[in-house]
């Protein structure tokens, strides 16, 4: 028996039961989702989806890679955020992000678990993480259940940023969109003279025409550090002539005080138009 492949992106509406953001892959009764997007910094519409899943019965796999220790009361990433973990079949995520080690992890129930270490060929043909590297990612999930204050200090950071830029950010993840490629390079070039390190992110990276410096807010960074980028910004941005446009994302996912997080919606303008392709969720059969 052989599953066919489907890779789809953006388009559809949510409420006629199709999906409103990338999908990565379709396959058969299988979809895999990022629940942060790297690049545009926001969420993916989890709660449609553990819907959706409700009513088709298809697997549902969620890349946790960006929501991991960041999103979440217990630091269980957006799934978790949104209040819909009991929803997805596996999640998956890395150990090099907010974990700061090497590797990945797949979480799921006994029977995925089995299943994965028996047909998962990348799982059977590789070799299991050393020892002091699991230690490590242990040793940091320990620090992040107990040091709270470092997930506080990161939405703090971009409840900061947002405000004083005027704009909505939802993510650790803030992307100023420039367009041209080489006015993004050089305007990382120049912040980088300056003292701060945002990477221009170009294609093949991101389509042709949405060239933007990746801003990226982490718990090692502090107020002073936000104040001080924001003060730089201006400097070259008027030597180029207008101010890059700032790419503000869909979903806004702020914690209303440091112990609870709420959800909300927010306005934000397309800077690109994308044709929409039909999906069509097969139901198990």
């Given at each position: 028996?052989?599953?066919?492949?489907?890779?789809?992106?953006?388009?559809?509406?949510?409420?006629?039961?199709?999906?409103?953001?990338?999908?990565?892959?379709?396959?058969?009764?299988?979809?895999?989702?990022?629940?942060?997007?790297?690049?545009?910094?926001?969420?993916?519409?989890?709660?449609?989806?553990?819907?959706?899943?409700?009513?088709?019965?298809?697997?549902?796999?969620?890349?946790?890679?960006?929501?991991?220790?960041?999103?979440?009361?217990?630091?269980?990433?957006?799934?978790?955020?949104?209040?819909?973990?009991?929803?997805?079949?596996i999640?998956?995520?890395?150990?090099?992000?907010?974990?700061?080690?090497?590797?990945?992890?797949?979480?799921?129930?006994?029977?995925?678990?089995?299943?994965?270490?028996s047909?998962?060929?990348?799982?059977?043909?590789?070799?299991?993480?050393?020892?002091?590297?699991?230690?490590?990612?242990?040793?940091?999930?320990?620090?992040a259940?107990?040091?709270?204050?470092?997930?506080?200090?990161?939405?703090?950071?971009?409840?900061?940023?947002?405000?004083?830029?005027?704009?909505?950010?939802?993510?650790?993840?803030?992307?100023?969109?420039?367009?041209?490629?080489?006015?993004?390079?050089?305007?990382?070039?120049?912040?980088?003279?300056?003292?701060?390190?945002?990477?221009?992110?170009?294609?093949?990276?991101?389509?042709?025409?949405?060239?933007?410096?990746?801003?990226?807010?982490?718990?090692?960074?502090?107020?002073?550090?936000?104040?001080?980028?924001?003060?730089?910004?201006?400097?070259?941005?008027?030597?180029?002539?207008?101010?890059?446009?700032?790419?503000?994302?869909?979903?806004?996912?702020?914690?209303?005080?440091?112990?609870?997080?709420?959800?909300?919606?927010?306005?934000?303008?397309?800077?690109?138009?994308?044709?929409?392709?039909?999906?069509?969720?097969?139901?198990?059969?």
């Amino acid at each position: 028996m052989y599953s066919s492949l489907n890779v789809f992106s953006t388009g559809f509406d949510v409420s006629f039961g199709t999906l409103s953001t990338q999908v990565y892959v379709v396959v058969s009764d299988v979809i895999i989702w990022c629940s942060l997007f790297s690049m545009d910094g926001d969420f993916a519409p989890l709660k449609e989806l553990a819907a959706l899943r409700k009513r088709h019965g298809f697997l549902l796999v969620i890349d946790e890679a960006h929501g991991t220790l960041v999103c979440g009361e217990n630091g269980g990433g957006v799934a978790e955020a949104f209040g819909v973990q009991g929803h997805v079949d596996i999640h998956v995520g890395t150990l090099s992000k907010a974990i700061g080690c090497h590797g990945g992890f797949i979480a799921s129930s006994r029977k995925w678990k089995q299943w994965i270490q028996s047909r998962g060929r990348s799982f059977i043909f590789s070799t299991a993480l050393p020892v002091p590297v699991v230690a490590a990612a242990h040793a940091a999930i320990m620090v992040a259940k107990k040091e709270k204050w470092r997930q506080h200090n990161v939405w703090a950071l971009v409840r900061q940023f947002s405000e004083a830029t005027g704009l909505i950010f939802t993510s650790p993840i803030a992307p100023i969109l420039f367009g041209d490629a080489d006015a993004a390079l050089e305007a990382s070039r120049k912040l980088l003279k300056m003292g701060f390190h945002v990477p221009a992110i170009r294609p093949p990276t991101v389509p042709v025409g949405s060239s933007r410096l990746r801003i990226t807010f982490s718990a090692g960074h502090t107020a002073a550090d936000v104040e001080a980028l924001v003060k730089a910004l201006p400097v070259w941005a008027k030597k180029k002539g207008p101010s890059p446009n700032f790419l503000p994302t869909p979903v806004s996912w702020f914690p209303s005080s440091l112990e609870k997080v709420a959800t909300q919606k927010c306005l934000h303008e397309k800077h690109e138009k994308v044709q929409d392709k039909q999906v069509r969720l097969r139901p198990k059969l």
